[in-house]
C-alpha cells in the first residue's frame, strides 16, 4: 500500500490531512497442476483523517489518528491459467490508530510508525453471471494489533 497525503496543522497539535492512496493485494486461495489459482485486490482510496500531536520528549510525539475512509476498486479471481473473472468492489472504512508515534529526525523529516488499528468498514462486491446480478456486502468490526506501518512524512 502506498499513499500520498496532505496535511495541516489548524489548532495547536491538531492536523487535518487528506491522502490519496493504493492498493495492492494477492493471495492464493486453489492449488491446480499448473500453480496456485489467486485473488486479487487493486484498490485505490480518499482518506480525511484528522491527528492530535503530544509531545512525549525532545522531538519525539504521541499522534493518535482517526479517520474515514472511502475505497474503490477491483477484485480479479482467477478461473483458470489464462483466465479470470474480474468483478467491482468499493468499500468504507472508519478508523483509530491509538499507538501513533513520530519522531521528528529534522525541522522538515519525521519518522513514524503505526501500531495496531480498530475500524469498522464494509465492502460491497458486485458480480454479474449471465443475466443474474449477485451483490455481497460484509461488515466487520477489527481490533488489528498486528498490523503496522511505517511512515515518512515531509514538512514544508
Known amino acids: 500500500e502506498i499513499a500520498a497525503e496532505y496535511g495541516h496543522f ?3 497539535n491538531f492536523r487535518v490531512a487528506v491522502s490519496l492512496g493504493a492498493s495492492l493485494a494477492s493471495s492464493p486461495n486453489v492449488k491446480e497442476e499448473w500453480g ?3 485473488d486479487r485486490i487493486l484498490a485505490f482510496a480518499f482518506n480525511p483523517n484528522v491527528s492530535y500531536y503530544m509531545r512525549l520528549a525532545g522531538n519525539l510525539y504521541y499522534t493518535p489518528e482517526i479517520g474515514f475512509s472511502l475505497e474503490r476498486g477491483s ?3 482467477q ?10 468492489l ?3 472504512n472508519v478508523y483509530a490508530h491509538l499507538l501513533a508515534l513520530e519522531y521528528r529526525a ?3 523529516v519525521a519518522i513514524g510508525a503505526v501500531i495496531g488499528t480498530i475500524n469498522y468498514g464494509g465492502i460491497k462486491n458486485t458480480e454479474i453471471y449471465y443475466t443474474n446480478t ?5 461488515n466487520q468490526f477489527m481490533f488489528n494489533m498486528n498490523k503496522s506501518s511505517i511512515i515518512i512524512r515531509f514538512y514544508l
Request: hydrophobic letters at 45%; aromatic letters at 10%.
Open 79 to 88: 478461473t483458470s491459467m489464462l483466465d479470470a473473472d474480474v468483478t467491482p
Open 10 to 12: 489548524v489548532a495547536d
Open 75 to 77: 477484485l480479479r479471481a
Open 36 to 38: 496456485w489459482k489467486k
Open 106 to 108: 529534522t525541522e522538515k
Open 134 to 138: 449477485i451483490e455481497t456486502t460484509m
Open 90 to 92: 468499493w468499500g468504507w
